[in-house]
């Protein structure tokens, strides 16, 4: 009698997501979940203004990279989400030293960390970091914004210069007219003395970025992925047709987009690749 058995198949690395506290310079606890594949390739993700890890493109694009067998970490800037501190409206280099002291936290574990990749405000603190740090070989830029001085009036109202001056402060307000945060005097300026031009001529041609924008973003506009792409030394932009500013309907194709960047063998001469 014959006995047929089951063969074996080898096993997958077991991925754990785990809750990861790591406290920054200012001694303020971020708070990140890890999708650890047992792969000590890990890549960083950032979130937009006044969001959180818990947002789309940050679960989609942290599942994404899981499922290729990389490690992924996804975390909230400090007064976001569940890491402590308070919400600040401006503070992009703020963010650029949260995301330092993520970095090196997973390098003291022997991480090495293969990207970082940042949504909207987080793009501009991806770029920041890149170009204060030089210790990162592959950004990824989705929907930030270039010119930091456009955008505002959208948030704060057309005469936010007038109001600010006056009272020090601008409470913004949800379309329900419920209080959201406040800007202060101190963070717009911050925003406005942010210099992105400046920062990206000084990425390192080793670094290579790519810049990643929907066609229908109505709030940051397409323009500014060309804009960046005139200035940084080795950059490739993809435009997704029809996407709004979180890929809302898109997420499929912007992770494959990220994932084959994060992945390829990048060539250091520059052009631009569209997807539609």
């Known amino acids: ?27 303020e606890k971020l708070v990140g979940i890890l999708h650890d594949t047992g792969s000590k390739e890990l890549v960083v993700l950032c979130h937009g203004i006044h969001s959180s890890k818990e947002r789309i ?13 990389i490690s992924a970490f996804r975390f909230d800037f400090a007064g976001n989400g569940e890491s402590e501190g308070s919400f600040r409206y401006g ?16 390098r003291v574990q022997n991480y090495v960390v293969t990207a ?23 950004v990824v830029n989705i929907a930030g914004r270039f010119n930091l001085e456009r955008g505002i009036e959208g948030r704060l ?19 329900r007219g419920t209080f959201e945060y406040r800007v202060t005097e101190e963070s717009l300026m911050e925003r406005l003395t942010t210099d992105m031009p ?25 323009e500014d992925a060309f804009d960046f792409n005139k200035i940084i030394p080795n950059h490739k932009v993809s435009i997704v047709e029809g996407a709004d500013h979180e890929h ?11 994932l084959d960047f ?4 990048f060539l250091p001469d520059k052009f631009i690749h569209s997807r539609f």
Not at 6 to 24: G, L
Not at 57 to 69: C, H, I, T
Not at 200 to 218: A, E, F, P, Y
Request: glycine share 6%.
């Open 116 to 138: 970082v990749v940042g949504h909207s405000k987080g793009g501009n603190a991806v770029l920041l970091y890149a170009a204060k740090y030089n210790d990162v070989h592959k």
């Open 57 to 69: 493109p940050m679960v989609n694009l942290a599942a994404v990279l899981q499922r290729e067998g």
């Open 157 to 175: 109202g057309k005469d936010f210069l007038r109001r600010i001056k006056q009272d020090g402060f601008i409470d913004v307000k949800n379309k």
């Open 1 to 27: 009698m014959s006995v047929t058995r089951p063969t074996s198949t080898p096993k997958q690395p077991a991925i754990q997501q785990r809750r990861v506290v790591i406290e920054n310079k200012h001694g």
């Open 91 to 106: 503070h992009y280099r703020r963010e650029a030293d949260d995301l330092r002291a993520v970095l090196q936290h997973f």
């Open 262 to 265: 994060i992945k390829e063998d």
């Open 198 to 222: 400046a920062a990206c001529r000084s990425i390192n041609q080793n670094c290579r970025v790519l810049t990643v924008h929907g066609s229908m973003d109505q709030m940051v506009p397409v």
């Open 248 to 258: 809302t309907s898109h997420q499929n194709e912007l992770a494959s987009i990220v």
